[in-house]
Structure formats: C-alpha cells, structure tokens
C-alpha cells in the first residue's frame, strides 16, 4: 500500500529538519563557544555574541554553555538548561518552559524568571544585576543568595527572607506579605510593599 501524500511531505519535512541540525550542530560533542557561531547562520546570535533562541525551535543547548552577551529564552519552549551556564550578559528566561536553573550558574547581568515555570532557586546564587521572579511558583529564597541590583518578588509565594540575604538595590513586594525576616539579611536599598 502506498505511503499517503500527507504523511510522506511531513516525512521529508522531518528528516530535512534533522539533516540542517546535524550539519549545522555536528556531533554531541559540540563545543559551546562553536554552537553560538553556528546558531549565527539561524539569525539567533549576533555579532555582539547575544543569543536569542526563538519561541518556536526545540533544540538542545550544549554543555557548557558560554554566552558573551545576553541569553534570551523569552517564551522558549526549551524546557532544560545545560548543568552549567555562563553568561556574559544577562539571562532572559521570562514566560519560558524551563523548570529549574542550571548547576552551575554566572551571570553578570540580570536574571529575569517572570512568569516562568522555575519553581526554585539555587543555593547560594548570585546575580549581578537585578533578579525578578515575578508570578513563579517559587515559595522559597535559598540562603547566601546575592543579588547586586533590585529584587522582585511580586506575586510569588515568598513568605520569608532567608539567613544571608544580600540586596543591593530595592526588594519589590507587589503585595506579598512578608512574615518573616531573618537578622541576617542585608538590603542597600528600601523594601517596597
């Protein structure tokens, strides 16, 4: 019986999909700093080493990772990110599919969670920048965390600020209550309902 005309244009489709990823990606021993070379082909970088890795393509990012730039993943559908992650730039992960951050994580920028599906934060975490976790099911800010700008807790389930906590900026509540704060804690800045 013969293949349907549908399923064999799809077919082709699918396998011209992975024949691009193989020559333009190689093996899975890619390098990272040749992976943001390549995706450059994809207008997904630029010449200022920024990455921006479209809503639509599903693809697996190399580990480890080195962005000069910035790294955005804004409304990405990649649900992971490589175990580490070095960021020149800041990190952009807002309205993404991605449930938790990498092992090991620099950033000398901000990192922004709004409305992403990360549920929680690395131990001892530090962010240049500002950290945003606006509207994330995050319950819980770890220990040691360090954040050199402003931090946004807006409509996430924080309830406590945790021992060690470091903000040089501002702490935004939008309204979360805040029962709890530990003696330890050392904010630059104002702490705005």
Not at 22 to 41: T, W
Not at 44 to 66: C, E, H, K
Not at 70 to 93: A, D, H, I, Y
């Amino acid at each position: 019986m013969p293949m349907p005309m549908q399923n064999l244009t799809q077919c082709v489709k699918s396998l011209t999909k992975v024949a691009v990823f193989i020559s333009l990606f190689g093996s899975s021993s890619l390098y990272a700093n040749q992976f943001v070379l390549d995706v450059k082909l994809l207008n997904y970088s630029d010449s200022y080493g920024n990455l921006r890795i479209p809503s639509s393509v599903q693809l697996d990012l190399p580990d480890p990772l080195n962005v000069k730039g910035n790294l955005n993943l804004e409304k990405s559908q990649l649900t992971r990110l490589p175990r580490t992650l070095t960021v020149g730039g800041n990190l952009n992960l807002a309205y993404s599919q991605i449930m938790k951050l990498p092992r090991t994580l620099k950033v000398q920028g901000y990192i922004n969670l709004a409305h992403s599906k990360v549920s929680q934060i690395n131990n001892g975490l530090q962010v240049m920048g500002d950290l945003s976790l606006m509207g994330t099911a995050i319950s819980q800010l770890p220990p040691f965390l360090y954040v050199g700008g402003n931090l946004y807790l807006a409509h996430t389930k924080i309830t406590e600020l945790p021992e060690y906590l470091t903000v040089k900026g501002n702490i935004y509540l939008g309204g979360v209550k805040i029962k709890k704060a530990a003696e330890t804690i050392n904010i630059g800045g104002n702490i705005y309902q």
